[in-house]
């Protein structure tokens, strides 16, 4: 219906989100929205001189092209607005690529007003994967859906063309509330009942809520509660880290029927839930106590425009009593400095894209205590540098007492790095329903690492059980599970309401004998993997779902066509090295080893990921009985700074098998320094301290397996 029509009736409202970053999400270029200097300006990076002018009346940039030479492009819109404002350039077949150069729309005085590379301490050449002409930065696919409203990608497989559209290039009305047509109709004549007034969703039940100030505690609870998931999974559709299973999500809608939502998991995450790398807000306001005691985003944002509700630490007033905690006792630094500012404390900020200051969304208490233990920052030694976590974790215990032993992190932290004890700790996270679902989720996600009988039988509870984001954490992993009890767990999560668990769920089955499954089960993994094609088909733009897609071929013994998708991903992303791995892989079972070879050696100049070419390079060379070729390639893969356990592993396998057993056990020591709790490491320092003789070592590495 557009916004135009919407200001007919909602003055207030237009008139708030009318110059919000929802408006200015993204303009056709023009004066008017162009904030950049286009005045004949040159930027040199790394000698690539790009100049900025105008021409006829439009804008251009001359810069480097996908071949490496110097192209005068025209601006076809701008792309954000503060503090940084992007400029997309259009391709052939439809596409849209954001310039690595930005506009820093800052005052002066901020350091502003200049124009700055995205990525100032690489190198990103033409060839590179993050180069702005190429795939890892097309818009179309990477930044369109969440910049304007009722984006259809249209991505045509056959032609490898968009024909991207939108009702209105900017964030308007109907993105948050729906379609406006029925709601029209209403307004023009309201008779009967009509659900939300012929909107889509509806808003008014977070309006509900009811709020008293516990004078106790100076903190405010719900006396009466509300609807607010509604409004957080809206706004969560685009303020996430997330992938977009499946086109068509319209506000209102579940998340998890369309988007696949990232857990906790590292590098986006510290252990503790912290931020690290753009995490866009859900996935740690999940973590708060702000969430769990019913606060919603409009609570603190004008929904509109999207401004705070209050300045500075008044918006933070709204629920915790000023004469309890804005002051000296609580935050113990001179009023009105930084230091008293709750964000600096309880949200603490990260810079991206170079001038882009985000602040997380956890609220969470500081933690000096645990950053030496799981590897984390704290906003106490992020301010005052030169001193110690330890320094910060007094200070804070004298203040207000010893802190709770308890947190997610630790169990998080143990299952990333292999600890003693790791299994145990999970286990005992995804029980505690005290703790953040999006915490226990990714305890679910990490514990098929450490499976045993006891996990095992409590990862089919939560197969069986209604924690939405739970069966999203185990169906994120079912792929590394054994086949002998996949489908125990694989099977229940095709009854989920979430079209994207059920989706991974039917994926992990391919391959199984569907046969011995119930009709009823044959039914639901039929309408579960048929979404799981068209899922992979929507996104069949991307190198990962073309992988995807010849993995399925390749299960079903379609080796014709799983080569030709393995092809095609490697077309579009010369750099991705799963696509020369698993197509190795189909080499191999079709005994055509001296083209896994072939392969593997021309990735070796192209994938991004170099130690796991090598590594399989290795392999192909021993399968052709050449060891000392073999032999180099597994030690490169193992000696590299991305070397994973199973390289090591493999590598000093190979050495036992040339007769160097000792070198073997030296090439696990030292792996161990790395990965201490690596378990197949620790396994083969048993095995072969056994059979050289060496019982007291291989009784020591066994404990550490205990």
């Excluded at 600890?419 to 915490?439: C, R």
Aim: with cysteine; aromatic share 8%; charged share 20%.
């Amino acid at each position: 219906m557009g916004s135009k029509q919407c200001a007919s009736c909602h003055q207030v409202e237009y008139r708030l989100w009318r110059q919000s970053h929802h408006d200015l999400a993204m303009q056709k270029a023009g004066d008017e929205t162009v904030l950049g200097n286009f005045g004949n300006i040159e930027f040199d990076y790394f000698g690539t001189a790009s100049s900025f002018y105008k021409k006829d009346g439009r804008f251009y940039v001359r810069t480097d092209g996908p071949d490496g030479n110097l192209h005068d492009y025209p601006i076809a819109y701008t792309f954000g607005v503060y503090p940084l404002q992007q400029y997309l350039v259009e391709f052939p077949g439809g596409k849209l690529q954001p310039l690595g150069i930005a506009w820093d729309s800052r005052p002066r005085s901020e350091g502003g007003q200049r124009w700055f590379h995205l990525y100032p301490e690489e190198q990103v050449h033409h060839g590179h994967s993050l180069h702005w002409t190429g795939i890892d930065q097309n818009w179309n696919f990477m930044c369109a859906d969440c910049h304007s409203t009722d984006l259809q990608k249209n991505y045509d497989l056959a032609s490898q063309s968009y024909d991207t559209t939108w009702s209105e290039i900017n964030v308007a009305c109907e993105a948050c509330h729906g379609p406006g047509s029925h709601h029209l109709q209403w307004a023009v004549s309201p008779i009967g009942e009509i659900a939300h007034k012929g909107l889509a969703v509806s808003y008014t039940e977070r309006k509900q809520a009811v709020w008293a100030m516990d004078t106790e505690t100076g903190i405010a609870h719900l006396q009466q509660a509300a609807n607010t998931q509604t409004e957080i999974e809206t706004c969560a559709q685009c303020h996430s880290r997330r992938a977009t299973s499946f086109p068509g999500a319209q506000a209102g809608d579940p998340l998890l029927d369309n988007f696949n939502p990232a857990l906790l998991r590292e590098p986006l995450y510290h252990a503790d839930g912290q931020i690290n790398d753009e995490v866009y807000v859900y996935g740690s306001f999940l973590q708060s106590k702000m969430y769990a005691a019913g606060v919603t985003c409009s609570n603190c944002h004008e929904p509109h425009s999207l401004q705070l509700r209050a300045k500075g630490n008044d918006v933070c007033a709204q629920c915790h009593l000023p004469a309890r905690f804005d002051t000296s006792k609580h935050h113990f630094h001179p009023v009105n400095s930084s230091g008293a500012q709750c964000v600096n404390c309880h949200m603490p900020a990260k810079t991206y894209m170079q001038v882009d200051v985000r602040r997380d969304h956890s609220f969470r208490i500081p933690r000096p205590d645990l950053s030496d233990e799981l590897e984390t920052p704290n906003t106490c030694t992020g301010c005052h540098r030169d001193r110690s976590n330890r320094w910060a974790a007094e200070i804070l215990q004298g203040k207000f007492g010893k802190p709770m032993q308890g947190h997610y992190g630790k169990a998080l932290y143990a299952g990333r790095h292999g600890l003693p004890g790791a299994e145990s700790q999970l286990m005992q996270l995804i029980t505690d329903e005290s703790q953040p679902d999006i915490a226990r989720a990714t305890a679910v996600s990490l514990l098929p690492r450490y499976l045993a009988m006891e996990s095992a039988q409590l990862l089919q509870a939560i197969a069986r059980g209604d924690a939405p984001l739970l069966s999203l954490g185990l169906a994120q992993q079912l792929e590394t599970l054994p086949p002998q009890i996949l489908p125990t767990l694989a099977i229940p999560l095709l009854y989920e309401d979430g079209r994207v668990t059920a989706s991974l769920a039917a994926s992990a089955l391919v391959g199984m004998p569907e046969d011995s499954f119930p009709p009823a089960v044959q039914q639901q993994l039929t309408r579960a993997l048929n979404n799981y094609l068209e899922s992979e088909k929507f996104n069949a733009d991307r190198p990962e779902s073309l992988t995807n897609l010849a993995g399925l071929h390749a299960q079903r013994g379609n080796r014709r066509q799983a080569e030709a998708f393995y092809q095609r991903a490697l077309a579009i992303a010369p750099h991705y090295s799963p696509a020369y791995i698993n197509l190795a892989e189909l080499y191999r079972g079709a005994g055509r080893e001296k083209e896994v070879e072939a392969l593997l050696r021309d990735a070796l100049h192209k994938a991004s990921d170099r130690a796991v070419v090598k590594h399989a390079l290795g392999l192909s060379l021993a399968r052709q009985q050449r060891k000392p070729e073999a032999l180099e390639y597994l030690r490169q893969a193992a000696e590299s700074p991305a070397a994973t356990g199973r390289y090591i592993y493999v590598y000093a396998i190979a050495l036992n098998s040339s007769g160097n057993p000792q070198q073997a056990i030296s090439v696990l020591e030292r792996g161990r320094q790395h990965l201490p709790r690596d378990r197949e490491i620790l396994g083969a320092l048993v095995s072969l301290n056994r059979e050289t003789g060496n019982l007291a070592q291989a009784q020591h590495y066994q404990q550490l397996l205990e």
